[in-house]
């Protein structure tokens, strides 16, 4: 166990170092780009509820992270879990995190967090395939992306930033802020 925690730890470490400080992508090397449709999809969240992207008829956050209660990813969801309320009262929007773990895993990981907006069991990873997330860490993890599409559920933004997981948030907002 300690030998898989140190290469992760090495791993993880050599994708921030080489990582730009503040990367903003309007999708260059990603599949769904800005102006596209996004694919719809039907996961289970971390309360047993479906949630289906073409049934949500507003603004739509759509984060992908790489694993539960990893560090990064526990940022990330604290952070997004910090701006739900003001999320949905100033844009009118949803959020949605995604990443492979089953529903079991994302139980936990919610509960430790406690997390008031869906996290989303993507095992296979099926729509992170769909949605085109690049692998990260010279493809070894599991890419962190953010797409931001509005009530129709076309692209209006896409942020990729392994390194810096809280900086999704403000990227969210931003984008949220533009569309209105």
Do not use: W
């Not at 791993?11 to 309007?26: I, L």
């Not at 990603?30 to 603004?59: C, H, Y």
């Amino acid at each position: 166990m300690y030998t898989k925690t140190a290469l992760f730890s090495i791993f993880a470490a050599s994708a921030t170092a080489f990582a730009p400080a503040n990367s903003q992508v309007k999708s260059t090397q990603l599949n769904l780009s800005v102006g596209e449709t996004a694919p719809d999809f039907s996961l289970t969240d971390q309360n047993g509820k479906v949630v289906t992207r073409s049934s949500i008829k507003k603004p739509l956050v759509v984060y992908f992270y790489p694993a539960d209660s990893t560090p990064g990813c526990t940022v990330q969801a604290t952070e997004f879990n910090a701006s739900i309320e003001d999320i949905r009262k100033t844009y009118g929007a949803e959020v949605v995190g995604i990443s492979g773990q089953g529903a079991e895993s994302k139980q936990k990981f919610a509960e430790e967090l406690g997390l008031s907006f869906s996290i989303l069991a993507d095992e296979g990873d099926e729509v992170r395939k769909s949605f085109g997330v690049p692998k990260a860490a010279f493809g070894f993890l599991p890419g962190r992306v953010t797409y931001v599409l509005d009530k129709e559920g076309v692209c209006q933004s896409v942020y990729d930033n392994l390194a810096d997981a809280a900086s999704h948030i403000e990227a969210a907002k931003d984008a949220l802020a533009e569309m209105q």
